[in-house]
């Protein structure tokens, strides 16, 4: 009898995407692995979301900032260079905006900015 054995993909064959707005570079500096778009629906009994953020290899740590529907949320987060974080992000019923920036180098050299607004809508 043969099986096949699921588990946890490795980093690098993970999907993820981007917030978009920015050049493909600064884009890169935030990403995200367990969500298809910048825009989710969630059933109408979600509390939270675990979301499961990358940081780009060239970020700048210090740069971080969240708020979540207009509250500072940073201390949530442990930004580090080419690391993966996953934080629970509380959610009210209606809808949910999630601001994330962060600051990191181009391959120029350059500083630039990746800002990310993520939506979760609760009915």
Known sequence: ?????????????????????????????????NLTATRTTLPATAKGFDLAVK??????PSTFSATLNGVDVTASFRPNPGAFDVVRIPLVKGTNKLLLSIEGLKPSG???????????IVP
């Open 55 to 60: 940081y780009g290899n060239t970020t700048l």
């Open 1 to 33: 009898m043969h099986g096949q054995t699921v588990g946890p993909v490795p980093p690098e064959e993970l999907k993820l995407i981007n917030g978009k707005g920015q050049s493909a570079a600064v884009n890169a500096f935030l990403a995200y692995s």
């Open 110 to 120: 350059a500083q630039s900015r990746d800002t990310d607004s993520l939506t979760f």
